[in-house]
């Protein structure tokens, strides 16, 4: 049971990048996916969650209109489309599983599978 993530890296700011996460040992579909993301010094933030109740997706106030998640059942893999983007927005980018909570919760402990993460970095 693996999540693998990539994408990540260095873009000015305005730029625009795609993080993508793949699932191996289980089906995404049957989960809330989400991405979240770590700054330096900074605590773990939800950023996106797809739910798996209702198939509804949600985003962090910071990123609404600027990050789309989305998911391709077929390669099982979700992605995080990231538009103009912001130097507040460098962090490295997580991708998890939460059985249970189809979204309602964005604590870490109720997310049971996680990716290594992937840097992104914004220049101003």
């Known amino acids: 049971v693996q999540l693998q993530a990539s994408g990540g890296g260095l873009v000015q700011a305005g730029g625009s990048l795609r993080l993508s996460c793949t699932a191996s040992?289980?089906?995404?579909?049957?989960?809330?996916n989400a991405w979240f993301r770590q700054a330096p010094g900074k605590e773990r933030e939800s950023v996106s969650c797809?739910?798996?109740?209702?198939?509804?997706?949600y985003y962090a106030d910071s990123v609404k209109g600027r990050f789309t998640m989305s998911r391709d059942n077929v390669k099982n893999t979700m992605y995080l489309q990231m538009s103009n983007l912001k130097p507040e927005d460098t962090a490295a980018y997580y991708c998890?599983?939460?059985?249970?909570?189809?979204?309602?919760?964005?604590?870490?402990?109720?997310?049971?599978?996680w990716g290594q993460g992937t840097q992104v970095t914004v220049s101003s």
């Open positions: 998890a599983t939460d059985p249970l909570f189809a979204c309602s919760s964005d604590l870490e402990q109720d997310y049971d599978h």
């Open positions: 797809i739910s798996n109740k209702d198939g509804r997706t």
């Open positions: 040992g289980f089906i995404l579909p049957h989960f809330a």
